[in-house]
């Protein structure tokens, strides 16, 4: 078996230098370790709820940029709030004074920890809406701010209301 060259491998080197620097940059950065290990913090109640008021001003918000609608305010109706389903593992024994029955979440493991297993998500189904706006004279405007809002929401023509707002 032969050796190489010094020589040999010392122009490689020369002439590839770069090219092994970017490569060994590149193994250094995925070898160190960022951001902090351990459990992942799970979702605060506040992050992951719904917050109809935040919907709200959010319409209010693109509704008021539209041509001829001026100041907006807006008040949803739910018909049913947003819910998540997980899935479940449960099992049923008979007691004495009747059926005990226990369920628990299923979970699965993440590189973060365990994370509950969800089944489905539903948004939520909305009622009806009440917009009151400068623009809702011109009937060009009011059919806008019903279409945006019903397509928006999911809502039909009949359940969304569009006003003039009274002057101040």
Do not use: H, Q
Not at 77 to 102: C, I, M, Q
């Amino acid at each position: 078996m032969r050796f190489l060259n010094k020589d040999a491998v010392f122009a490689f080197f020369g002439k590839y230098k770069f090219v092994l620097l970017i490569a060994l940059l590149g193994l250094i950065l995925v070898l160190i370790p960022f951001g902090t290990r351990g459990k992942r913090a799970e979702p605060t109640e506040s992050e992951t709820a719904f917050d109809l008021r935040e919907i709200e001003e959010r319409l209010e918000d693109i509704l008021s940029r539209g041509r001829g609608v001026g100041r907006v305010r807006i008040m949803l109706t739910l018909e049913k709030s947003p819910e998540t389903v997980y899935v479940t593992e449960g099992s049923a024994t008979r007691s004495e004074n009747g059926s005990d029955e226990k369920t628990e979440v299923s979970k699965i493991s993440s590189s973060g920890g365990e994370v509950p297993l969800v089944r489905e998500s539903r948004s939520p189904v909305y009622r009806g809406a009440l917009i009151l706006c400068d623009g809702a004279g011109d009937p060009r405007v009011r059919l806008w701010v019903i279409e945006a809002v019903g397509d928006l929401l999911g809502l039909s023509s009949d359940r969304i209301t569009v006003e003039r707002m009274a002057e101040e």
